[in-house]
Nanobody, 112 residues
Framework: QVQLVESGGGLVQAGGSLRLSCAAT????????MGWYRQAPGKARELVATSGAGTVYADSVKGRFTISRDNAKNSVFLQMNSLKPEDTAVYYCYAYVGAAYWGQGTQVTVSS
């Protein structure tokens, strides 16, 4: 009933930028928390950034990534600058709307 639709992933060279977008659709009132997680090959899914009562960033992306929200559109964005090869992963949109919901994931590949 609640779906998260992601876009913006792709292939970029190290030092480049990408902007990820995610929009929540369905019967939604107030989304308390929206954010982004990522999972690289052979690694567990990890938090990248979340926006709720406050904003939280993983130490590895602080100063490079910026999370923002458009609450009127139930959307969340992730501006990724100064990308590094270690940022390569599938990025998943996350939302808490009485329960946790996940997007299908969008591939971000950063080449050397």
């Amino acid at each position: 009933q609640v779906q998260l639709v992601e876009s913006g992933g792709g292939l970029v060279q190290a030092g480049g930028s990408l902007r990820l977008s995610c929009a929540a659709t369905g019967r939604i009132f107030n989304i308390r928390v929206m954010g982004w997680y990522r999972q690289a090959p052979g690694k567990a899914r990890e938090l990248v950034a979340t926006s709720g009562a406050g904003t939280v960033y993983a130490d590895s992306v602080k100063g490079r990534f910026t999370i923002s929200r458009d609450n009127a559109k139930n959307s969340v964005f992730l501006q990724m600058n100064s990308l590094k090869p270690e940022d390569t992963a599938v990025y998943y949109c996350y939302a808490y709307v009485g329960a946790a919901y996940w997007g299908q994931g969008t591939q971000v590949t950063v080449s050397s």
